[in-house]
């Protein structure tokens, strides 16, 4: 069965410091990875993906994303974390094999809270 | 920049009553989707449309929901017979295309559903 975790529910940082968000996933064959980030009362805005390519990607907001195949994670980090980060973080994978082309699997999300 | 718009943001119905919840997606998208997240659970995927049919669909998209694009701007999702369990964040998202699945989903703000 496919699917993504993010083993932490809260990432609390500090203004300044770098983070990371983790996300591991299980799919079979090659995975598209996506991050997401909601702010309260709004949608998911897209951050980043890995299709192929170079294991680190550079996404909006000064993100960027690691992968692993190995360890099968996807990691979100950010090398200066500002307050205006504060926000949900969810992890996606779309698997093109065994079906599902079209759907998103999500991670259940975690919360980064980035103090001044 | 293009946004997916979805409409009303909180919509408030009767059990056993039919509820229509409008979206508009980004205008050279093809291909529209529809999730949920129920209050504290993760994102969850519901049903995909191209080419004005179903392209694939949960387990959780059963009978007493349905999706139409009545015209060349609007998807909707209508829910014929409201449980109290449909209570969520319902999100519509779409993308430029699906089958190589390397285009992210832009996703709207989201209706909130409260069934009494």
């Not at chain 1, 980043?48 to 996807?74: C, P, R, W």
């Not at chain 2, 959780?60 to 060349?72: N, Y």
Request: glycine share 8%; charged share 20%.
């Amino acid at each position: 069965a496919q699917s993504v975790a993010q083993p932490e529910d809260q990432v609390n940082v500090a203004e300044g410091n770098p983070l990371t968000v983790k996300c591991t996933y299980s799919v079979s064959g090659n995975p598209y990875l996506f991050w997401y980030v909601q702010y309260p009362n709004r949608g998911l805005q897209f951050l980043l993906k890995y299709i192929t390519g170079d294991n680190l990607v550079k996404g909006s907001y000064g993100f960027e994303a690691e992968f692993n195949k190995s360890q099968t994670s996807f990691h979100l980090k950010k090398p200066s974390a500002l307050v205006s980060d504060s926000a949900l973080y969810f992890c996606a994978v779309r698997s093109m094999f065994s079906g599902g082309y079209n759907k998103l699997i999500f991670g259940a999300g975690t919360r980064l809270a980035v103090h001044p | 920049e293009p946004e997916v718009t979805q409409t009303p943001s909180h919509q408030v119905t009767q059990m056993g009553q039919e509820v229509i919840l409008r979206c508009v997606p980004i205008s050279n998208h093809l291909y529209f989707y529809w999730y949920r997240q129920i209050l504290g659970q993760k994102v969850e995927f519901l049903v995909s449309f191209y080419n004005n049919e179903i392209s694939e669909k949960s387990e959780i998209f059963d009978d007493q929901f349905s999706v139409e694009r009545p015209d060349g701007s609007n998807f909707t999702l209508k829910i014929r017979s409201t449980k109290l369990e449909d209570s969520a964040m319902y999100f519509c998202a779409s993308s430029e295309e699906a089958g190589r699945g390397n285009q992210p989903q832009h996703f709207g703000d989201g209706t909130r559903l409260s069934i009494l």
